[in-house]
């Protein structure tokens, strides 16, 4: 059973950046793809980026492509979101989520979701 934990939210304002981690525990952490996540209220989960087990494939969505980075320490156990010039938009619940060996196409192939940070962004 793998836990996460995820931290780093916070109020800030546009422009600003975030750096969210994620703590695994349970399980041997370099043989999972892990992936962030956000939820607003009222909308669909959204897939924001994954990182396979190495950390040489990486995958992030469009709609943040440019501003956030994945990123993973597999000796700390930990993943990473580097998220920069943050706009009013990325006000969501952000949740990692891992899987073991397979690189996810949809959300509901992740097995594992950490209860997610607040990231609340003023205009």
């Known amino acids: 059973q793998v836990q996460l934990v995820e931290s780093g939210g916070g109020l800030v304002q546009a422009g600003d950046s975030l750096r969210l981690s994620c703590a695994a525990s349970g399980g041997t952490f370099s043989n999972y793809t892990m992936g962030w996540f956000r939820q607003s209220p009222g909308k669909a989960r959204e897939f924001l980026a994954q990182i396979n087990w190495s950390g040489i494939a990486r995958e992030t969505a469009d709609a943040v492509k440019g501003r956030f980075t994945i990123s993973r320490d597999n000796a700390k156990n930990t993943v990473t979101l580097q998220m920069n010039s943050l706009k009013f938009e990325d006000t969501a619940r952000y949740y990692c989520?891992?899987?073991?060996?397979?690189?996810?196409?949809?959300?509901?192939?992740?097995?594992?979701w950490g209860q997610g940070t607040q990231v609340t962004v003023s205009s």
């Open positions: 989520a891992a899987v073991r060996a397979k690189w996810p196409r949809f959300d509901y192939e992740y097995y594992y």
